[in-house]
């Protein structure tokens, strides 16, 4: 994830990699498409499957977004996404689980 948003570039602000999706908070920089951001990300994350015996599709086609408002909290938008194993019940707090990070400065 990282390393596709870096070539994207996208301005990655935090992620959260669930056994059944995943999340993403980022902002595009300099006319970045998130189309081939996404494409790569799965591509890139599907041959690693694959070279660890997974088999088939890993991934289902196209991908839901939702465009932050102006009046929308990006760190309600990012306590929300690292929340979702907690509210999975995989893990008892956030910072336990492997598979998120945040880039955010803490507030």
Not at 47 to 56: D, I
Not at 82 to 107: C, D, K, M, Q, T
């Amino acid at each position: 994830m990282e390393a596709e948003a870096a070539r994207a570039p996208v301005d990655l602000h935090v992620y959260c990699v669930m056994p059944d999706h995943v999340h993403v908070l980022l902002t595009p920089l300099d006319g970045a498409n998130i189309v081939r951001f996404v494409q790569a990300v799965k591509s890139r994350t599907t041959h690693a499957y694959w070279a660890l015996g997974g088999e088939g599709k890993l991934w289902q086609r196209g991908f839901f977004d939702h465009v932050v408002r102006r009046d929308e909290s990006t760190s309600r938008i990012a306590e929300y996404i690292l929340a979702n194993p907690v509210r999975a019940g995989l893990v008892e707090s956030a910072l336990a689980y492997p598979f998120s990070r945040s880039f955010l400065p803490p507030e």
